[in-house]
């Protein structure tokens, strides 16, 4: 389980993904603050991380950073306007938590054929476990 560096680090990447076309939707907000929620996160604290972003923690466990990676993806996909600099950043994100990078462009290049591009979880491990072991 995540302590609080860690939940404020996971924040801290989403909104900056987020921030990728420097404004953040509506829909983004709230599925960021939804993340929030589950992580225990109040509003106040999550809203803080936008002009103060928490240090960066690395996840120890391969399952977390798979988890991380998947919500990045969920983020990515909820905007109409998926773009090239956008995939780019969610591979870079994925290479920086250690994921493999076959992995990341397996992932990356399958999620258009799946409903809504949203990758399904057991999917998306067996893909990663493939590349782990």
Same mark, same amino acid.
């Given at each position: 389980?995540?302590?609080? &560096?860690?939940? &404020? @680090?996971?924040?801290?990447?989403?909104? $900056? !993904?987020a921030q990728t076309d420097s404004n953040?939707?509506?829909?983004?907000?709230?599925?960021?603050?939804?993340? $929030?929620?589950? &992580?225990?996160?109040?509003?106040? %604290?999550?809203?803080? &991380?936008?002009?103060?972003? *928490?240090?960066? /923690?690395?996840?120890? @466990?391969? @399952?977390? =950073?798979?988890?991380?990676?998947?919500?990045?993806?969920?983020?990515?996909n909820i905007g109409d306007d998926k @773009? $090239?600099?956008?995939?780019?950043? +969610?591979?870079? !994100?994925?290479?920086?938590?250690?994921?493999?990078?076959? *992995? +990341?462009? =397996?992932?990356?290049?399958?999620?258009?054929? !799946?409903? %809504?591009?949203? /990758?399904?979880? %057991? !999917?998306? +491990?067996? +893909?990663?476990? /493939?590349?782990?072991?």
């Open positions: 389980m995540y302590n609080r &560096l860690e939940k &404020l @680090s996971l924040l801290s990447e989403m909104i $900056a !993904f953040i939707k509506a829909i983004e907000y709230n599925f960021l603050l939804s993340i $929030a929620k589950q &992580l225990d996160i109040s509003e106040e %604290d999550f809203n803080y &991380l936008f002009e103060n972003p *928490a240090t960066h /923690v690395h996840l120890k @466990s391969h @399952s977390e =950073r798979i988890v991380q990676f998947h919500r990045l993806i969920l983020l990515m @773009s $090239a600099k956008q995939l780019q950043k +969610i591979h870079n !994100f994925g290479l920086r938590m250690g994921l493999g990078h076959e *992995a +990341i462009n =397996r992932v990356l290049d399958l999620m258009e054929s !799946f409903p %809504d591009n949203i /990758v399904p979880p %057991d !999917f998306l +491990i067996d +893909i990663f476990k /493939v590349q782990y072991n």
